[in-house]
């Protein structure tokens, strides 16, 4: 048996590519193909835009694939939404859509929009925006280059962003944000409901996520003198308590403890200090709670 599952191609081709090589699927693709090789003889993968993959999983020509929650809002695709995986093509930070104009424009608030023309690539986000809002204004396809387009062609954009600096560099200002999105690993609703297929992709969430949650966090080793034991304690986080072995000296302990990697620059003089010594940093592949 096999699972067909879809691969985003283009910007976020390669953080995918390498998500899946952390939780255990090593993908090999040649520039030019759109159905790389995998190392799961489970696992049929084809590489398509984002912005199809939720219809086509809707439709059931793929079991199962990796996209964002805007375009499954986008196309109102009716899929099952396994898990959410928060990374980007450049941060781990939640991609947005946002309503941008010309840092120069006289729209100050979302109403000026009232009459106006935005340029988009999510024709129905934007609408349901608007609408929530109450606000009349003319929505058209963008088919690229949308920061370009305004003020010559539109009054404002919706366009999307993960740190804003792109919008920044062509001189626009952000009004609001329209929308949060991060990837989804997504099922076919009959797939959903086979044994086996449902089996393969909760295997695949599970290790998926537990390949993010690694990705901010490290490990730790050291090794410390029983009288420095609760003072070393006292400054550790951990997802419980950190593993506590003793060693040969019976004085001395070795300890082992994952923490977040953001805190290792000030943890590691601190524990040091405390006593610590033979410390050892590693990176971690995965982490499952």
Same mark, same amino acid.
């Given at each position: 048996m096999q699972l067909k599952l879809a691969l985003p191609k283009g910007s976020l081709q390669d953080s995918t590519l390498e998500l899946m090589r952390k939780a255990g699927f090593h993908c090999t693709i040649n520039s030019r193909s759109y159905f790389p090789w995998i190392d799961d003889e489970e696992l049929?993968?084809?590489? #398509?835009?984002?912005? *199809?993959?939720?219809? /086509?999983?809707?439709?059931?020509?793929?079991?199962? &694939?990796?996209?964002?929650?805007?375009?499954?809002?986008?196309? %109102?695709?009716?899929?099952?939404? @396994?898990?959410?995986?928060? /990374?980007?093509?450049?941060?781990?930070?939640?991609?947005?859509?946002?309503?941008?104009?010309?840092? %120069? %424009?006289? =729209?100050?608030? #979302?109403?000026?929009?009232? &009459?106006?023309?935005?340029?988009?690539?999510? #024709?129905?986000? +934007? *609408?349901? /925006?608007?609408?929530?809002?109450?606000?009349?204004?003319? @929505?058209?396809?963008?088919?690229?280059?949308?920061?370009?387009?305004?003020?010559?062609?539109?009054?404002? #954009? @919706?366009? &999307?962003? *993960? +740190?804003? &600096?792109?919008?920044?560099?062509? !001189?626009?200002? =952000?009004?609001?944000?329209?929308? /949060?999105? +991060?990837?989804?690993?997504?099922?076919? !609703?009959?797939?959903?409901?086979?044994?086996? !297929?449902?089996?393969?992709?909760e295997n695949m969430a599970m290790l998926l996520k537990g390949a993010i949650i690694a990705e901010g966090m490290v490990g730790l080793k050291m090794n410390i003198h029983r009288e420095n034991l609760d003072t070393v304690l006292d400054l550790l986080p951990s997802l419980k308590n950190p593993t506590i072995s003793p060693l040969a000296d019976g004085n001395w302990v070795a300890i082992e403890v994952m923490i977040e990697e953001s805190t290792v620059r000030e943890m590691i003089p601190a524990l040091k200090r405390a006593g610590a010594q033979g410390l050892v940093e590693y990176p971690l592949n995965k982490v499952i709670y």
């Open positions: 049929e993968v084809m590489l #398509i835009r984002a912005q *199809e993959i939720a219809r /086509y999983a809707e439709d059931g020509v793929f079991d199962a &694939g990796l996209t964002g929650k805007d375009w499954i809002v986008e196309t %109102s695709a009716d899929v099952v939404e @396994v898990v959410d995986l928060v /990374y980007a093509k450049q941060t781990r930070q939640p991609f947005r859509w946002v309503v941008a104009v010309p840092e %120069s %424009s006289d =729209i100050k608030t #979302i109403q000026d929009l009232e &009459g106006k023309r935005i340029a988009t690539e999510v #024709i129905h986000i +934007t *609408e349901m /925006y608007l609408k929530e809002h109450g606000i009349n204004a003319r @929505v058209e396809f963008s088919w690229g280059a949308t920061e370009a387009k305004a003020p010559d062609l539109v009054d404002a #954009i @919706v366009d &999307g962003t *993960e +740190t804003g &600096g792109s919008l920044r560099a062509n !001189k626009l200002r =952000i009004l609001d944000t329209i929308m /949060y999105s +991060t990837n989804k690993l997504i099922a076919n !609703k009959k797939c959903w409901e086979d044994p086996w !297929k449902r089996h393969k992709i």
